[in-house]
C-alpha cells in the first residue's frame, strides 16, 4: 500500500498545550497536505506544503516538511476544544495533479 | 475558496438495490473529480478518477461494474453504488481540484440494510 502512516494514531491533551501530529511517506512528492475531520463530516483544507518549502505556518498552524525523511510534522499550538478532530496528511505526487493518497490519521482529543 | 457540494449528506437503502451520489463544482469546471470511500476510524482511500468525457479509472480492488462512475458535464459527477450489500455501508466522499489544493465534498453517508 502507498499510504502514509501518521503517529501518533490517537491524542488526548489539554487545552492550552501544544499537539503535534507525525506524517510519514513513501514516495517522492509535489505536495503535502493536511486536513482535519470533524466526526462522520466532509475534510476541511488547513495547509499546503510544496516539496520545495521546508516550513509553513497558518495561524496556529506549523508544517515541516523534511523531503529526505519523507516526514512532515504538523504542529497546533494552544489548542482548543474546538480543535479536536481527525487530521490527515495527504500527498500528492509528481503527475497526479490532486490525486491524493491519504495517511492513516490522528485522532484529537482537546479537553478542558 | 471554491465549493464542491455532495448529495445526499445521507442515505439508507435496502441490500439489492442502487444509490447514485452526485458531486457537482459550484464555482469552477472540474475535468477531473476523484471518489474517495472511508470506512469508520479509518482513513481515505482512493476508489477512482472521473473524468469528463470519458472512461473512469479505477484503483485496484475497486470492481468498476459495481461502482458507477459517470462524468457527463464539467460540473458534475455521479458515483452510483450498484446492487448495494452491507459492507458497502461507508462514507463516501468526492473531492475536485481547480489547481493544486483539493476541495471535498461534505461526503454521503450510505447504509445498506
Known amino acids: 500500500s502507498q499510504q502514509g502512516e501518521e503517529d501518533p494514531q490517537a491524542l488526548s491533551i489539554q487545552e492550552g498545550e501544544n499537539a503535534t501530529m507525525n506524517c510519514s511517506y513513501k514516495?517522492?512528492?509535489?505536495?503535502l497536505q493536511w486536513y482535519r475531520q470533524n466526526s462522520g463530516r466532509g475534510l476541511v483544507h488547513l495547509i499546503l506544503?510544496?516539496?520545495?518549502?521546508r516550513e509553513k505556518h497558518s495561524g496556529r498552524l506549523r508544517v515541516t516538511l523534511d523531503t529526505s525523511k519523507k516526514s512532515s510534522s504538523l504542529l497546533i499550538t494552544a489548542s482548543r476544544a474546538a480543535d479536536t478532530a481527525s487530521y490527515f496528511c495527504?500527498?500528492?505526487?509528481?503527475?497526479?495533479?490532486?490525486?491524493?493518497?491519504f495517511g492513516t490519521g490522528t485522532r484529537l482529543q482537546v479537553t478542558l | 475558496g471554491a465549493v464542491v457540494s455532495q448529495h445526499p449528506s445521507w442515505v439508507i437503502c435496502k441490500s439489492g438495490t442502487s444509490v447514485k451520489i452526485e458531486c457537482r463544482s459550484l464555482?469552477?469546471?472540474?475535468?477531473?473529480m476523484f471518489w474517495y470511500r472511508q470506512f469508520p476510524k479509518q482513513s481515505l482511500m482512493l476508489m477512482a478518477t472521473?473524468?469528463?468525457?470519458?472512461?473512469?479509472?479505477?484503483e485496484q480492488g475497486v470492481e468498476k461494474d459495481k461502482f458507477l462512475i459517470n462524468h457527463a458535464s464539467l460540473t458534475l459527477s455521479t458515483l452510483t453504488v450498484t446492487s448495494a450489500h452491507p459492507e458497502d455501508s461507508s462514507f463516501y466522499i468526492c473531492?475536485?481540484?481547480?489547481?493544486?489544493?483539493?476541495?471535498f465534498g461534505q461526503g454521503t453517508r450510505l447504509t445498506v440494510v
Open positions: 472521473s473524468n469528463e468525457g470519458s472512461k473512469a479509472t479505477y
Open positions: 464555482d469552477f469546471q472540474a475535468t477531473t
Open positions: 495527504a500527498t500528492a505526487h509528481t503527475g497526479t495533479a490532486s490525486k491524493l493518497t
Open positions: 473531492s475536485a481540484p481547480p489547481d493544486t489544493e483539493a476541495f
Open positions: 514516495t517522492s512528492i509535489n505536495n
Open positions: 506544503i510544496r516539496s520545495n518549502e
